[in-house]
């Protein structure tokens, strides 16, 4: 093995260079003698043979990739790998930031001319844009949380000011979190989200315990629920019973099992959506973002007409309590009552880290990933009080805190039987585009849980297992009529080249353990644990801004939030 350059020449010479990916620094470290406390592998590399393979497969500079081989870059001797991974914090490891032109992720475009499109990668094949990445905050944070937290919120906060507040500290708190993550995807621009991060920051063991949790627990558990909500609303919409408002009867074992039914069907429908094209995913996810707001909007220009005019469809009179009654009137002194009414709303606002799970494959990482942030939080805070202020108006306390279906409680005490169908149908369209985007997300953490090697590598792969992974290519023929050329141009617009270039065995091991949490039906034990779990991991994972921060410095980071964000999260 050849002596590795000191750090004196590598400054010197910086200049020429082109910037280095996180491989080709991470064989920088491979080449010093190991710290007393670096990790250590029985291979002679220091890396297991199923991890160099791997990373033999997708590394630009490796003889075996064909995108290494050019007429500027002649084939050079075997490259050697990092004891742990891409990103080894370890004191041996050449600074990240110390190159002139900075760090360069995995599959980016270089100054020589090396642009990684073929393989098996998800992270060189980069097909997410800012609308995409929005509609995926937006399509997860806004699904039914704001449809059935209020009576949780409205019970223990005690008065409409204090939800409102509530509601208020909940979106901050999450908007925090958010933008703590923001400044770490930019400088971890990888699929995987918290799991990347807390593995290269704090060492493989979390980014395990955050996997095996996250894979098996947490994000299935979590779709199962917005699955099950979306049956029972459908069910609910086109039941005779629909313009009820009180909740389905749990002895009604037919309607329970017919709402699992549709909960299964949907969970098809959208595991087919993400199998087939990330492009056709992502555009459904932009389609139902849209849908999202428009249903709050509606519910808040309803609720501030009916406050103004004192008037409805219905023979129901609206709330006048908030004109006599002070808006903190009744409100808990219980501190546990308070906590209780966060975790509410925190809950509501959960699927902020969505786009962090695929920032591998966004086009400009660093550019877009903190307007997305910054453009979905407040927006997402806005709507959710407007909507919340709206049920206030409209309904008394005793309604809302009574109510688990609260925008069909709504639209049939404003609008009648014809209100609560379309406000159901509103709900289970919410829902579906969270499950879109939670199955999508959820297929990259498993993507890149078998890429890192804490699941089998099978689970790493694209495309159906077994098949050479390269998209397939749509392209018009000029010689078919115009009807054909129409719907060519329909398809290639919405799938674009991507067609099962996507992670198939991720998203549908994902997709059979959610069926199987759908059909076991009882979730109170598992959304405990989905609290405590996911936001230790949360917690942990903001921690790890501020010792990256001190660890590295001077890497470069195209976004840094304000100190005080992580601070004020992890308080």
């Known amino acids: 093995m050849s002596r590795a350059p000191t750090y004196s020449s590598l400054k010197s010479s910086n200049t020429t260079r082109r910037p280095r990916d996180s491989l080709e620094l991470a064989s920088l470290a491979s080449t010093t003698p190991p710290s007393s406390h670096a990790s250590q592998s029985s291979s002679p590399s220091g890396i297991s043979s199923s ?98 937290s209020p009576a949780q919120i409205t019970t223990n906060a005690g008065s409409p000011g204090a939800s409102l507040v509530v509601w208020l500290v909940a979106g901050i708190l999450a908007w925090t979190g958010a933008a703590s993550y923001a400044e770490l995807g930019g400088a971890i621009p990888l699929n995987g989200g918290a799991q990347v991060y807390l593995s290269k920051i704090f060492g493989d063991l979390f980014g395990f315990l955050f996997t095996w949790s996250s894979v098996f627990v947490l994000k299935p558990g979590s779709t199962a629920i917005i699955a099950i909500i979306f049956g029972e609303y459908i069910v609910r919409a086109f039941s005779p019973t629909s313009t009820s408002t009180e909740p389905l009867p749990d002895t009604s074992i037919s309607m329970i099992w017919i709402s699992k039914g549709i909960s299964l069907l949907a969970l098809t429908l959208v595991t087919t959506l993400n199998c087939v094209s990330t492009k056709l995913a992502t555009r459904a996810g932009d389609l139902f973002m849209f849908f999202k707001f428009f249903a709050l909007l509606s519910i ?37 009552n308070w906590a209780v009414a966060l975790y509410a709303g925190l809950w509501a606002f959960d699927g902020w880290d969505n786009t962090n799970y695929v920032l591998g494959e966004f086009q400009n990482p660093g550019r877009d990933l903190p307007k997305v942030i910054h453009t979905a939080m407040p ?57 879109n985007a939670s199955a999508f997300t959820t297929g990259r953490l498993v993507y890149a849980a078998g890429k890192e090697g804490y699941l089998p590598s099978v689970f790493g792969t694209v495309g159906m297992p077994g098949s050479d992974p390269k998209p397939l290519r749509l392209r018009s023929n000029s010689n078919n009529s115009h009807t054909s050329s129409l719907r060519s141009r329909f398809l290639t617009k919405m799938m674009v080249d991507d067609i099962f270039f996507t992670p198939i065995t991720a998203v549908v091991s994902n997709s059979l353990l959610t069926a199987l949490y759908i059909l076991i039906g009882s979730f109170q034990t598992l959304i405990t644990f989905y609290g405590v779990a996911g936001y230790s991991f949360y917690f942990l994972t903001v921690l790890g801004l501020i010792v990256l921060r001190i660890k590295e410095p001077h890497l470069e980071r195209p976004y840094r939030t304000w100190i005080s964000t992580p601070i004020i999260f992890c308080c």
Do not use: M
């Not at 081989?69 to 990103?87: E, K």
């Not at 900075?102 to 990668?121: F, K, M, P, R």
């Not at 469809?313 to 006048?320: A, E, G, I």
């Open 300 to 336: 808040a220009i309803t609720g501030l007409v009916v406050a103004v005019t004192n008037t409805t469809l219905t023979s129901f009179t609206p709330n006048q309590d908030w004109k006599t009654t002070s808006w903190f009137a009744g409100t808990s002194t219980n501190a546990s």
């Open 51 to 148: 991890r160099k393979i791997s990373l033999s497969g997708e590394d630009p500079l490796s003889p075996s990739n064909p995108a290494g081989r050019t007429p500027q870059r002649p084939l050079t001797h075997a490259r050697s790998f990092s004891v742990s991974s891409a990103f080894d914090f370890a004191s041996n490891l050449f600074p990240l930031s110390s190159t002139a032109a900075g760090y360069t992720s995995i599959g980016a475009s270089q100054n020589n001319g090396l642009e990684l499109v073929e393989g098996g990668n998800l992270e060189k094949h980069k097909s997410i844009t800012y609308l995409n990445g929005l509609s995926l905050v937006v399509g997860l944070i806004i699904g039914s949380g704001i449809f059935s």
């Open 379 to 435: 927006l997402v805070i806005l709507s959710y009080l407007l909507a919340t202020l709206s049920y206030t108006l409209v309904l008394p306390d005793k309604i809302i805190a009574s109510s688990n279906t609260i925008a069909v409680t709504f639209g049939a005490r404003v609008f009648g039987p014809i209100g609560a169908l379309i406000l159901a149908l509103f709900v289970s369209g919410s829902c579906f585009g969270a499950l």
